[in-house]
């Protein structure tokens, strides 16, 4: 299993307790909750990453 490289979300608390990390992981994006880093983290596509943060950002998901 590669090592991966997790970046926390911008939009994270303060104290960095309570947020998403991502991290690349090949042809795919890693995603975990950063409150249990042991757990599995979950794989999508890049192309369905993108519509996903496009989405948060235009504001259509709440």
Not at 10 to 22: L, P, Q, Y
Not at 24 to 47: C, F, M, Q, W
Request: neutral net charge; glycine residues 10%.
């Amino acid at each position: 299993m590669p090592e991966l490289k997790w970046i926390k979300s911008s939009h994270s608390e303060a104290s960095g307790n309570a947020c998403v990390e991502v991290a690349e992981n090949g042809p795919l994006i890693a995603v975990r909750d950063s409150k249990h880093p042991e757990l599995p983290y979950a794989t999508v596509g890049r192309e369905a990453w993108g519509r996903f943060a496009g989405a948060l950002v235009d504001g259509r998901l709440r």
